[in-house]
């Protein structure tokens, strides 16, 4: 097994082991639980805008849930001292950021992925198609690797997981607002900003069942980027 | 096996460690003596490649460690000052996470553990929760991380920190028990506790390397080992008198007295032991005590690593 691999399974044994992964896993779920009652199910509506309203709401806290599971793979390695065992490892830096992400991931994923049971009442009871609700869940993990990139760059520079947590949700408000910047900004940054959102610019599609290029491409770039930095972020710690 | 060349690390304008250099051969057990804040630890980590230096080399086997594949790390193991430990796991888990990290092949990852476990005292804890250990045990899960994979070079940083005084003497025989098959750089700012355990020392002060050698070498070359003590009842005074008439005698103090008995300090060679216990008797001295003195390691420190010291 690579090393990336070695380290994604310790991190994603690391959430089941503790409580911090039951307790977000639990709050993902009763929040999008609670958003699907009050607000995607309100009215009358056809089958498929509840769907989009769905994956609309759980957004959300996908986005929330991921800086908390980013918070602490960096921040609490460098608090435990246990960094020092990775660094002293036969590892590149680019597999230990790797693994850590991917643990977190796949933790973000089965608890994203758990929620199907809502889509699911929809399919019973209604009209929607299966390829509206791939697309959904394509969107959402894409939403949820971007932000977990941003939240584990934030977890590199920080130095405890309160810290990082702040960090990653500054990063990641920040694209979020974008949007906002882009309406009180003239062109060309205009059209900049508003392309950078992270949720208005390129969410919207999958939540109507779409998928575009274009869109995947954005949540990748802003993964890998966010992964890049925080591999800079890791080799630079070396040498302090 | 592993040479040091002109190694120093600077944090902005303060040198942490000042052009290092040293060698260590293969099979040696070395004592990394020094002072808080002597650069002991910075020196372990740029070794074990958690730091970086800001100029200088490191080799094993004439191989630049910065720069030579990252399998040449799986032939160092290290355990830094704070053992690194994940606290959720059970330390057999733990040791077949460290043992895969560090390129063990997977079908003999569950026997290696077994073995480090077996040789580090941690069998019967194999499913144990790291963060239910004791000091002692956790230290021990430290040194079985380092040991894991099997490594050729052992780079130990204050493994007895805290420990108790029988966990101390367990943890200066498992270092004894290295020797041989591991090289072993051991840090530690206690020389009695790496003196028992290390074939030769490595003296760091404020950064710079200021001395090495065994510990006799040492002491010869600063004069240390000179002081015999005696425990003795009956006339102090003049056995103390008697002390000083013996040749070689440079000097005789009285250190305590209670309970009708006194220990004198005697700063003289101890190859002079049998002629001042002749004299103490003379004296009229009851001798209950006669030995070399107990300060001589910790005045041999104070003389090596110590702030303004002369070495």
Not at chain 1, 106 to 117: H, I, K
Not at chain 2, 54 to 78: N, W
Not at chain 2, 265 to 274: E, F, G, K, Q, S
Request: glycine residues 10%; contains cysteine.
């Amino acid at each position: 097994m690579s090393a990336a691999l070695l380290i994604a399974r310790r991190e994603l044994g690391g959430y089941f082991r503790t409580m911090t992964g039951w307790i977000i896993a639990a709050s993902v779920l009763l929040i999008d639980g609670l958003l699907f009652n009050a607000f995607a199910l309100e009215g009358q509506r056809r089958s498929t805008e509840v769907l989009t309203r769905f994956f609309y709401f759980a957004s959300g806290p996908t986005m929330v849930a991921a800086v908390f599971l980013a918070m602490r793979l960096l921040a609490e390695e460098r608090q435990l001292g246990t960094l020092a065992l990775l660094y002293a490892s036969p590892v590149r830096d680019r597999d230990i950021v790797l693994g850590k992400f991917l643990g977190a991931l796949a933790f973000l994923s089965g608890v994203t992925l758990a929620t199907v049971y809502m889509p699911l009442l929809i399919l019973v009871h209604g009209h929607i198609s299966v390829g509206h609700l791939l697309a959904g869940y394509l969107g959402l993990l894409l939403l949820g690797a971007a932000s977990l990139g941003l939240g584990t760059l934030g977890s590199s520079l920080a130095r405890n997981q309160i810290l990082a947590a702040i960090i990653g949700a500054a990063l990641l408000v920040s694209l979020l607002l974008a949007w906002l910047l882009a309406s009180v900004t003239e062109p060309p940054f205009s059209a900049l900003f508003a392309a950078i959102a992270l949720h208005n610019a390129h969410f919207p599609a999958f939540q109507a069942g779409q998928v575009h290029l274009r869109d995947v491409a954005y949540y990748l770039l802003v993964t890998w980027v966010a992964l890049f930095a925080t591999t800079r972020v890791l080799e630079a710690r070396r040498w302090r | 096996m592993i040479q040091v060349e002109q190694l120093s690390k600077y944090y902005g304008a303060r040198a942490a460690i000042r052009n290092l250099s040293f060698r260590i051969d293969s099979g040696e057990v070395v004592g990394f003596l020094g002072l808080n804040g002597a650069g002991k630890t910075t020196t372990l980590r740029i070794l074990g490649s958690v730091l970086l230096p800001t100029s200088g080399t490191v080799r094993l086997d004439g191989q630049d460690i910065f720069t030579a594949p990252r399998e040449l790390k799986a032939r160092i193991g290290f355990l830094p000052e704070l053992p690194p430990l994940y606290e959720d796991m059970d330390v057999g888990e733990y040791l077949a996470f460290v043992a895969g990290l560090r390129g063990v092949d997977p079908a003999r990852i569950r026997a290696r553990v077994g073995e480090t476990e077996e040789r580090t005292g941690l069998a019967a804890l194999d499913d144990e929760r790291i963060s239910t250990l004791s000091h002692g045990y956790r230290q021990r899960v430290g040194v079985a991380q380092a040991l894991v994979h099997s490594p050729e070079v052992l780079l130990l940083d204050e493994p007895a920190n805290g420990l108790d005084p029988v966990q101390n003497v367990e943890m200066r025989a498992l270092i004894r028990s290295l020797r041989g098959d591991h090289t072993v750089l051991v840090s530690s700012h206690i020389l009695p506790e790496i003196a028992q355990t290390c074939d030769r020392l490595l003296v760091i002060r404020d950064g710079e390397l200021v001395a090495q050698g065994t510990e006799t070498e040492l002491e010869q070359r600063l004069g240390v080992g000179t002081g015999v003590e005696l425990e003795i009842a009956g006339p102090v005074d003049a056995v103390a008198t008697a002390l000083r008439g013996v040749a070689g005698v440079r000097a005789v103090t009285v250190q305590a007295a209670n309970g009708g008995r006194a220990v004198l300090r005697v700063d003289a060679p101890d190859t002079l032991r049998p002629a001042l216990a002749q004299a103490a008797v003379a004296a009229g001295a009851q001798l209950f005590r006669l030995d070399v003195s107990a300060d001589r390691l910790e005045s041999l420190f104070l003389r090596l690593a110590g702030r303004g010291g002369a070495a």
